[in-house]
Nanobody, 123 residues
Framework: QVQLVESGGGLVQAGGSLRLSCAVSGRAASRSIMGWFRQAPGKEREFVAGVSRSGSLKYADSVKGRFTLSRDNAKNTVALQMNSLTPDDTAVYYC?????????????????WGQGTHVTVSS
């Protein structure tokens, strides 16, 4: 059974940075599709970034150039470095894991989810 635990959320001013981490247990992150999603109040959950088994990265257009996903195979963790944050980045951020072979951006492609971590960006 895959378990995902996010950490690193918090309150930050616009222009600031945060680093989210996702601890993976029950499955090797390197053998999985790992994704970060976010859900703002009143909105649907949306794809933020993902990494394939081979290490290929994909980002939502809204975060390209600002967010960086990294995977630490030794620690079995996935991190999301978020820079130049804006109030539009305010959301609950979720780590997700897929046992599939293709990096998809829709939520139904992911079988396991973390509990989420709150990120609030003040203006």
């Amino acid at each position: 059974q895959v378990q995902l635990v996010e950490s690193g959320g918090g309150l930050v001013q616009a222009g600031g940075s945060l680093r989210l981490s996702c601890a993976v247990s029950g499955r090797a992150a390197s053998r999985s599709i790992m994704g970060w999603f976010r859900q703002a109040p009143g909105k649907e959950r949306e794809f933020v970034a993902g990494v394939s088994r081979s290490g290929s990265l994909k980002y939502a257009d809204s975060v390209k150039g600002r967010f960086t996903l990294s995977r630490d195979n030794a620690k079995n963790t996935v991190a999301l470095q978020m820079n130049s944050l804006t109030p539009d980045d305010t959301a609950v951020y979720y780590c997700a894991c897929s046992t599939g072979s293709v990096l998809f951006t829709f939520t139904s492609a992911y079988e396991s989810w973390g509990q989420g971590t709150h990120v609030t960006v003040s203006s």
